[in-house]
Structure formats: structure tokens, C-alpha cells
């Protein structure tokens, strides 16, 4: 067997040994089956294009891709004026009929995604990743947000693309991942991304102190 083969075939065993988790965390955040399975299709596309030899942790990057692809769709249908409203960032759509088992699995994936900025990227690299990829700030508004040059916006987006899927750990202080979490929860759920702009902005301020 070819290394190419041996490898691919690696790749198919962690995605199919995986795919149910990242199907329940797609659709806790679009709310639609056919939505969440189209994603983990995606998912599944990425997957094969990656440089899988440079991901240390397949389990964490698959399921940091799912999130993303899923916060993208939800901001992609905020755009277009339709009435879904994320409710996987949002304490407060826990409604008391709702299935326990899937208010803990969305909080369970967003406390993952939450933790994984944290723990991975720097602040300035979190702030310009968030803005990116989960609402869609043109690079030249990142850079005005954050008092920084759009090429160096660009580069940071870049870079924390590469370390979400590295192995390298910073210590989370439960208070930060308490703070970023309702900060994306309100800017999720409201659409008030000002709160969240502003937590981002003060921790870039921290690291440059």
C-alpha cells in the first residue's frame, strides 16, 4: 500500500469515527438536519484538501471547522433578512420544554469552540479571527476596529487558521472563557457586536501593555 493510500485511508477512518460528533454540532447551531448534513459534507471536502500531516489533533480540527462552517451559514442567513436567530451561543433560548440532552450538547460544543480560542490563539490573532470567520468583517473594518493595518489583519486571520489546528496550549482562566462566551452569545443572538468588539479590543490592549 502506497503512503498516499495508507494516508487517505487514515483520513477516511478519523472522519467516519468522528462524523457523528460534528453532525450533532452542526445542527445544534443551524437547527436544520439537511443544513447540518450538508455541512459536515463540507467538512468532509476540507478535510481532504488539508495538510493532514500538520494537524496533531484531528478530532479538535474537524470539530473547529464544523463550527466555524456553522457559524458562517448562520451569519449567512442573518444577511439575507431571514428570522433564524442562532440560539447555540444563547443561555437564554434554553426554553424549559427543550430536550436537556441537546441544550447540554450545544453548550458543550460552544464551550469547545470557546475554549479552543482561547487556549490557541493569541489575542490579537482570536480578535481578528472572530471578526473573520464567525461575522464576516471585511478586512479593512477589522483593521479599523482594531487600530491595526489591514495587511497585518489579514496575516493574524491567517495565522490563527494555521494554530486552530496545531497542539499548542495557553491556560484558560475561567473567567475569560466566561466573558468571550456571553460576548459572542450576545453578539450572536442580538446582533450587538459592539460588546464584543470592545472585550476584543481590551484584550489586544492587555497583550500590548
Known sequence: MSTQTATLDQAVSDFVRLRPRLFRIAYRIVGDVHEAEDLVQDVWLRWQRTDRAAVADPAA??????????????QSARHRHETYVAPWLSEESAEGGADPHAVI???????????LLLERLSPAERATYVL??????????IADTLHIGAPNARQLVKRARDRLSSDR????????????RRALASASSAGELT??????????????S
Not at 480540527?61 to 448562520?74: D, E, G, M, S
Not at 450538547?105 to 475554549?115: C, F, S
Not at 496550549?169 to 468571550?180: M, S
Open 105 to 115: 450538547e450545544r453548550q458543550e460544543a460552544v464551550d469547545h469552540a470557546v475554549r
Open 169 to 180: 496550549r495557553h491556560p484558560v482562566a475561567p473567567a475569560a472563557h466566561d466573558r468571550l
Open 195 to 208: 460588546g464584543l468588539e470592545q472585550l476584543l479590543t481590551a484584550d489586544l490592549a492587555a497583550q500590548a
Open 61 to 74: 480540527f474537524l470539530a473547529t471547522a464544523t463550527c466555524r462552517l456553522a457559524i458562517n451559514v448562520v
Open 132 to 141: 473573520r470567520e464567525g461575522f464576516e468583517y471585511p478586512y479593512r473594518e
